[in-house]
């Protein structure tokens, strides 16, 4: 099993900071990292596909980038509603796994 | 756009059979994967498994023995039993579209149905 190890799990930050999450597979997975955000109450919403791929709709602030082992998530100039949970998942190999999350407050 | 909506009973008993169905609407349910994941409450996300619209599946080793994923065509939905439930087993579980291909992302997910196993 592909284990994904994301840090930080939580960070506090002020509206228009720039923010790095980073997501490190424990064994190489290629491209195929994808990055959600949960908000409380909702399912996920996928943002970002195959690494640095923007979904449809998906504010411009967000972006993504890596390969391997290890993947970014960034998130410029941070706006109040970016206050959520993100998680990367892998679709390389079974089972599909996540990351733990990290949870995004915004001070 | 596509929508899925999760419908089933948000209580069942321990030792017994949880069991879920999605309706997929603004799309077909043919050409694509369909999966089911799991949140237990204030935790991170599991997934459960997949099926293709023909009908092939794929399971978390972890719930194998447990899990069965059908699909039904002509309703245009897809549905998720889980034998032998604990309390270990209560979690918002959402299904989701795979797009494109089974080795792509879940694009779409439906909202959550929290399940509960208590006597």
């Known amino acids: 099993e592909i284990v994904l190890t994301q840090s930080p799990d939580f960070q506090s930050v002020t509206p228009k900071e720039k923010v790095t999450i980073t997501c490190r597979a424990s064994?190489?997975?290629?491209?195929?990292l994808h990055w959600y955000q949960q908000k409380p109450d909702q399912s996920p919403k996928l943002l970002i596909k195959?690494?640095?791929q923007s979904f449809s709709g998906v504010p411009s602030r967000f972006s993504g980038s890596g390969s391997g082992t290890d993947f970014t998530l960034t998130i410029n100039s941070l706006e109040a509603e970016d206050a959520a949970t993100y998680y990367c998942?892998?679709?390389?190999?079974?089972?599909?796994?996540f990351g733990q999350g990290t949870k995004l407050e915004i001070k | 756009q596509v929508q899925l909506q999760e419908s089933g009973p948000g209580l069942v008993k321990p030792s017994e059979t949880l069991s879920l169905t999605c309706t997929v609407s603004?799309?077909?349910?043919?050409?694509?994967?369909w999966s089911w994941v799991r949140q237990p409450p204030g935790k991170g996300l599991e997934w459960i498994g997949y099926?293709?619209?023909?009908?092939?599946?794929d399971y978390n080793p972890s719930l194998k023995s447990r899990v069965t994923i059908s699909v039904d065509t002509s309703k245009n939905q897809f549905s998720l039993k889980l034998s032998s439930v604990t309390a270990a087993d209560t979690a918002v579980y959402y299904c989701?579209?795979?797009?494109?291909?089974?080795?792509?992302?879940?694009?779409?997910w439906g909202q959550g149905t929290l399940v509960t196993v208590s006597s």
């Open positions: 195959y690494a640095s």
């Open positions: 064994q190489s997975i290629g491209s195929s």
């Open positions: 099926i293709y619209y023909s009908g092939s599946t």
């Open positions: 998942h892998q679709s390389t190999s079974l089972p599909r796994t």
């Open positions: 989701a579209r795979v797009g494109g291909s089974k080795v792509t992302a879940i694009d779409y």
């Open positions: 603004g799309g077909s349910i043919s050409s694509y994967y």
